[in-house]
């Protein structure tokens, strides 16, 4: 193999490796990394394929995805490359700074809905007052 083609696949490679760090998955949400959430309290050879969240008391298999209860955020289950033992990912949202104009107010999470439907808005005012007055005149 040409020095040329050694050169050209390790380029491919390194980029391919850093991708994850150049685009990250999610936007506009914090992403927290819950490891220190508890996978120690299951016996190790279960935690091939699964992750312990000590906020739930439950354990999830990799890749599944969960809401936990009166919180706006999602937890995922995911095992990164070359590691042997999964972690808990949270998405959570970002909080309600965007307010920059004195005709809007954020409206505060709705824990009837799963994220990121959940998570605080931003919204004028008169949206608002719109909203409340049809729930008014449908009663």
């Excluded at 999602?74 to 700074?97: A, G, H, L």
């Excluded at 954020?106 to 409340?132: G, H, M, V």
Aim: hydrophobic share 25%.
């Amino acid at each position: 193999m040409s020095k040329f083609s050694c050169l050209l696949i390790l380029t491919i490679l390194c980029t391919l490796a850093a991708a994850e760090k150049i685009a990250p998955e999610y936007e506009n949400v914090l992403d927290v990394d819950l490891t220190e959430s508890g996978n120690e309290e299951i016996e190790e050879h279960k935690l091939i394929n699964k992750c312990y969240d000590k906020q739930t008391k439950s354990s999830y298999k990799v890749d599944s995805t969960w809401y936990p209860e009166g919180k706006c955020e999602q937890r995922v289950c995911s095992r990164e490359r070359n590691s042997k033992s999964p972690t808990i990912k949270s998405m959570v949202c970002e909080p309600c700074t965007s307010c920059t104009h004195p005709d809007q107010t954020c409206q505060p999470f709705r824990a009837e809905k799963n994220y990121p439907k959940c998570c605080p808005k931003c919204l004028a005012k008169s949206d608002i007052l719109k909203k409340t007055t049809k729930k008014h005149k449908q009663i």
